[in-house]
């Protein structure tokens, strides 16, 4: 059994329960077996978890206690965007050694079932996904993980390693949507995952891109990230239609060929629909209630495509590529950085738009 020896601190997690609680305790696997490295199943290694970022579903997770039918029950660890460095592996792993630094795919498939077999192992249908209850997330010091869910970062920081998660999301929307080179593209939502798609879109070669949001603070910083971008403040009490009109002002009198939603709000994803082409598609990324009213007869008549997103699948070489070349940048989106002993402060930052948060992680201070 390959190993280290050089860990001293206790492994803790970053929990929440069915009471909306939010603590840091002890978690497993303890130090004294992590360092042993007894535990190891056929196929796994051990990590170092070096970053973290914290997701919107974790957050809702922590204070709602439920996305649709996921539902916190029990105890539960938080976390699924995370890096980290190889600190122990199965003599059965062979493409990973200590020392390796590595993203985490947060996922754990059955690999017999049909989309397992067809390659969208994201439907799997005995699907174990970290920090979805009730399978416990990544945020702690230390996690067991199959190695073939850890991919190889080089030398690319950790937070950035942390991004892969988000950037996969991105990835999945864009290329599954099918933006092309040239398109006028509406993107729906500012928060990190439509900054991101802003981002993946960019280096597509759509042209315009308008991104909406509620926030201002928010659109300020998706310039900042693309210079081209055009911003447009979504006010309460306008209406999806004439937000719409105001959309298509803003793109030059162009209605989008493509808008990708990165909310999940209802009246966003109208917009959204009353912005697109006759022909166009809207897709949706974000996650929302398990119920909307949609304009289904501007569906109908324009011939809008609706379509929508769960997760990903094989994107983690893409996105590593994508940031090693520099093609896409995530180097702004971490706003915040916290140890994971103040890991309440960092959820209470995540959670308040008025910090102006966009991306906060939670970093390991374990040296390796």
């Given at each position: ?178 933006v092309r080179l040239g398109d006028p593209v509406l993107i729906c939502g500012a928060g990190p995952i439509g900054l991101i798609t802003l981002l993946c879109c960019a280096a597509a ?164």
């Amino acid at each position: 059994m390959s190993t280290t020896e050089t860990i001293t601190k206790s492994n803790v997690g970053v929990f929440t329960n069915p009471a909306h609680e939010l603590w840091v305790a002890e978690a497993q696997p303890s130090l004294e077996t992590v360092k042993k490295g007894e535990d190891l199943k056929e196929g796994d290694v051990t990590i170092c978890i070096k970053s973290t970022g914290i997701c919107g579903s974790d957050v809702h997770f922590w204070r709602h206690g439920r996305i649709g039918p996921m539902i916190v029950e029990d105890t539960h660890i938080l976390g699924h965007e995370s890096a980290g460095v190889i600190i122990a592996a199965h003599p059965s792993v062979t493409h990973l050694k200590v020392g390796d630094r590595v993203a985490i795919e947060p996922n754990i498939i059955c690999n017999a079932c049909e989309p397992c077999l067809t390659g969208r192992y994201n439907g799997c249908l005995k699907m174990r996904f970290l920090s979805t209850p009730p399978v416990d997330g990544l945020l702690r010091r230390y996690l067991n993980h199959p190695g073939a869910w850890c991919h190889k970062i080089g030398d690319m920081s950790y937070e950035n390693g942390a991004l892969l998660e988000p950037l996969s999301v991105a990835l999945a929307g864009v290329e599954r949507s099918g933006v092309r080179l040239g398109d006028p593209v509406l993107i729906c939502g500012a928060g990190p995952i439509g900054l991101i798609t802003l981002l993946c879109c960019a280096a597509a070669g759509a042209e315009p891109i308008v991104i909406t949001d509620i926030d201002e603070g928010r659109l300020k910083f998706a310039n900042e990230l693309c210079s081209r971008a055009r911003v447009y403040k979504v006010e309460r009490g306008v209406t999806s239609e004439q937000a719409a009109t105001d959309i298509i002002r803003l793109g030059g009198d162009r209605q989008a060929s493509m808008a990708l939603e990165c909310t999940g709000v209802e009246s966003s994803v109208a917009t959204a629909i009353w912005s697109v082409k006759f022909g166009g598609k809207v897709f949706v990324i974000g996650v929302g209630k398990p119920e909307i009213s949609v304009p289904f007869m501007r569906l109908s008549t324009q011939e809008v495509d609706l379509q929508f997103q769960y997760r990903y699948c094989n994107t983690w070489p893409r996105a590593i590529r994508l940031v090693e070349s520099g093609v896409v940048d995530l180097e702004k989106l971490v706003t915040h950085r916290f140890d994971i002993e103040d890991a309440v402060k960092a959820f209470e930052t995540a959670a308040d738009p008025k910090t102006g948060a966009i991306k906060v992680q939670i970093q390991s201070e374990v040296h390796i």
